[in-house]
């Protein structure tokens, strides 16, 4: 049973470039997180999905971001006309909503990150 | 206003002994799930223990445990026997189900915990 899985690991990039990121979660996970960790601090929440659809949306998530998950499977996060600000670790999560016995486990198994840095 | 506060920025233990890290939460909400995951230098948060707000036991998991106090707003994890391979960052986190929309995890700032042989 393979993990969550994130590419790439490592994104450096000049300002103003778009950069992408792809995160792959657990197979029958049908919830998909995304988070953003600064240096020496928690992860803080951007946005998630039930199956293909986007339910919320952190205030952090600016127009300039965008996420998809366009068949309920893996999911990417832009980041168009990036900014030094931007650099961060990007952390993506999975969930299982409900389980085959009907009970709710929901909890978030993430994946090893993507690290960007914006110069 | 913080929601999870974890006091202890860095800890000290030595190996084969046992350590607490801090946890305080805020929240209106009734039904809320605590959670602790670790963070090694390697970057990738590991799920370590659950706690539901209407479970009567302490959480339990192998050499973690959590020591839940309601009325205090505390979930504090104790780690038994530490090992060298518990040196890392740990981070407490809280999901609120029913006043706060969706299922998102607010974190704590972190602790970092490095275990000396």
């Known amino acids: 049973d393979t993990g969550v899985s994130q590419n790439p690991r490592h994104k450096i990039t000049k300002r103003g470039q778009n950069v992408t990121f792809r995160c792959d979660p657990i197979?029958?996970?049908?919830?998909l997180y995304w988070y953003r960790q600064t240096l020496g601090q928690g992860p803080e929440f951007l946005t998630y999905?039930?199956?293909?659809?986007?339910?919320?949306k952190s205030r952090l998530l600016s127009d300039r971001f965008s996420a998809e998950r366009p068949k309920g499977s893996f999911s990417t996060l832009e980041i168009q006309r990036t900014e030094q600000g931007d650099s961060a670790m990007y952390l993506c999560a999975s969930s299982l909503r409900f389980g085959s016995s009907g009970v709710s486990t929901d909890t978030q198994y993430f994946g090893p990150g993507t690290r960007l840095t914006v110069l | 206003a913080q929601k999870i506060t974890q006091t202890q920025p860095g800890m000290f233990v030595q190996e084969k002994e046992a350590v607490t890290l801090d946890c305080t939460y805020d929240?209106?909400?009734?039904?809320?799930?605590l959670f602790w995951y670790k963070q090694p230098s390697s970057g990738e948060m590991i799920f370590l223990i659950y706690?539901?707000?209407?479970?009567?036991q302490n959480a339990t998991e192998g050499r973690y445990s959590l020591n839940f106090q309601k009325a205090r707003k505390s979930a504090n994890l104790v780690i038994s026997a530490s090992q060298l391979g518990d040196s890392a960052m740990y981070f407490c986190a809280m999901r609120e189900l029913i006043k706060a929309a969706g299922n998102k995890l607010t974190f704590g700032g972190g602790t970092r915990v490095l275990v000396k042989p």
């Open positions: 929240t209106s909400d009734p039904s809320y799930g």
């Open positions: 999905f039930q199956n293909e659809a986007q339910l919320e």
């Open positions: 197979s029958e996970h049908n919830r």
């Open positions: 706690q539901g707000s209407y479970d009567q």
